[in-house]
Structures are given as C-alpha cells and as structure tokens.
C-alpha cells in the first residue's frame, strides 16, 4: 500500500514540474523577438563602435588599432565644442518649450474648452508628430526663405524687418527650435492630458471651497499630481534633443559653418563625409556617454520632485 502511494504523490510532481519548464519555454519563446533585436540592433552596434573608437578606419583598408589617440583627439578638436554647445541649446530650448507649450494646452483642452471640441484639437495637435520630420522640415524651409518666405512676408507687413533666418548665425538655431517644438508638442500634451484626466475631482472642489486661487489649485494640486507625466515627457525630450538630426540637415545644413550644427550631424560628417570611422565612433561613444549620464542624474533627482501615489 505503501509504493503506489509514493507513485501516486510523485506523478503531480513531476508534472508540475514539467508544467513550469513548459511556461518557462513559452515565456522565453515570447521574449525571444525583443532580446534578439536589442542584441542585433542596440548591443552590438554598441560593442562594435566602442570597438572602432580604438582603431584608425577609413572603410578602405582593415581598421588599425591605435588605442585612445581618437580619444585624445577629441580634446584637441575646436569643432567639437561648437557642436556640443549648439546640441546643449537644443536640449534646453526643448525641454522648456516643448514641455511648458504642452503643458499649456493640456489644461486648456482639460478645462476651457468644450468636450465636443476637445478630440477636434488634441488630433490637431498631436498630427504634427505623426508625420516625417523630413517633410515637416522641407514645408517650414519653404517658409522661412528670406526672400519668398510666408513667415517674412507677414514679418515685414507688421513692419518688422526681412531676416535671413536660414543663413544666420543667430537666427539658424532658432528655426531649428521651432520647428523641432512643434513637431513634438503635441506628442508631450497628449502625455499631459491622460495624467489630467488622472487626477481626483475632489481635489479641486476642495481646494475650492477652501478658497484658494487658480494659480494656487495649478501649483499645489495640478503640478504634483502630474509629475509622473512630467518626468517622462521630460527625459524623453532629452534624449530626443540629444539626437536631432534631420530638421538642421533640412533646414540649414548646420550653417552657417557650425552655427547649427548638431553632434549627430557631426558624427555622420566625420563617418560618411570624410571616411574617418574610428574618430566618428569615438565622438559616438562620447554621446552616448552624456545621455547616460543625464538620463541616470534625471532618474536620481526624481526622488525629490516626483509624486507617487
């Protein structure tokens, strides 16, 4: 009596056992997708710049290792100062405007408007991010040619004078601005709207009936409630500024000379320009360097303003 009985304990065993290896073969069958291409797409383009940053490669010859020289060539490179302070504009003119103009219009749609007239906007908006960034570029170059150029057209007729916004040092980097925030807006507000329809009614008719201000309910009530939002729009927008590219390659070319030009933008001259890979990879390596850094001081300063339930 006593055998079948183990028999008979030990069979559930070894199928609950088989059960788990089953689910645990399903689960990595499903997770298989996503590792393989953050192996083939993320880490080993990053293994293998890192790797070129050490050697001397023109595409033509076999790559030659010389170490940290393209390292300490990045000290000695004038030009990579003026693309770095350029890319540091970029991300702070990103990171207020982007953010602040969505945050605007998140509350305005929440509350101004009319709920008919609420998805009529926020599909306004957010269309702007849906479409190429190449082809938003080409419409605002067209825009802001000095000459033909709708934007100087209405300047002028306002009395305000012709600017060579294209071709101008100081000008240049601000058509990049705006048209970077605008193509991006609208993503940021819609972020904002979902975390406003988050927050508790009864918050606001507290603080309503307590007597407090808009301006007092927006920065004691609105903004703490939404900081989660806020975090994230804010390290996104980051690391999208980091890499800007196309609307300066569209608009200006980063002319005039470097006066808009971005570390991306860098990067592929000095890869694809002037064949100089192991110098481009390395400046790579230098920029993924900074947005890891940024992103981790974002990630340890959230403790002390973001708001968890």
């Not at 993320?42 to 010859?61: E, I, K, N, Q, W």
């Not at 193509?183 to 009864?202: Q, T």
């Not at 301006?215 to 800007?244: K, Y």
């Amino acid at each position: 009596m006593h055998r079948p009985s183990v028999r008979a304990e030990g069979t559930p065993a070894r199928t609950d056992g088989t059960s788990r290896r089953r689910e645990a073969v399903t689960g990595y069958l499903f997770i298989a997708p996503s590792v393989l291409g953050f192996l083939l797409f993320v880490l080993g383009p990053l293994v293998a710049a890192a790797a070129l940053s050490l050697t001397r490669y023109d595409v033509l010859t076999p790559p030659r290792f010389v170490g940290l020289d393209n390292y300490r060539r990045l000290f000695e490179d004038p030009r990579l100062a003026v693309v770095y302070g350029n890319t540091v504009v970029y991300v702070v003119a990103a990171v207020v405007l982007i953010n602040g103009l969505a945050l605007g219009l998140a509350v305005l749609i929440n509350r101004r408007l009319p709920k008919g007239l609420t998805t009529a906007f926020r599909s306004a908006y957010f269309f702007p991010s849906l479409v190429a960034l190449v082809y938003v570029s080409v419409i605002w170059q067209a825009m802001f040619q000095k000459d033909t150029g709708i934007v100087n057209y209405y300047l002028t007729e306002l009395g305000g004078p012709r600017i060579d916004w294209l071709n101008s040092g100081g000008w240049s980097k601000v058509t990049v601005i705006v048209v970077d925030t605008w193509r991006n807006v609208g993503f940021a507000m819609l972020i904002y709207v979902a975390a406003l329809h988050e927050v508790p009614k009864d918050y606001y008719e507290a603080a309503s009936i307590d007597g407090a201000g808009p301006w007092a309910v927006f920065r004691r009530i609105t903004v703490p409630l939404i900081s989660q939002a806020t975090f994230f729009n804010i390290t996104t927008t980051v690391i999208g500024a980091f890499q800007i590219y196309e609307s300066i390659i569209v608009l200006t070319r980063g002319g005039p000379g470097d006066a808009s030009r971005s570390v991306v933008m860098y990067i592929a001259e000095k890869a694809f320009n002037d064949f100089q890979l192991g110098y481009a990879c390395a400046i790579a390596m230098t920029l993924f360097a900074v947005v890891l850094l940024v992103t981790l001081l974002q990630f340890r300063l959230r403790r002390s303003w973001v708001q968890y339930e």
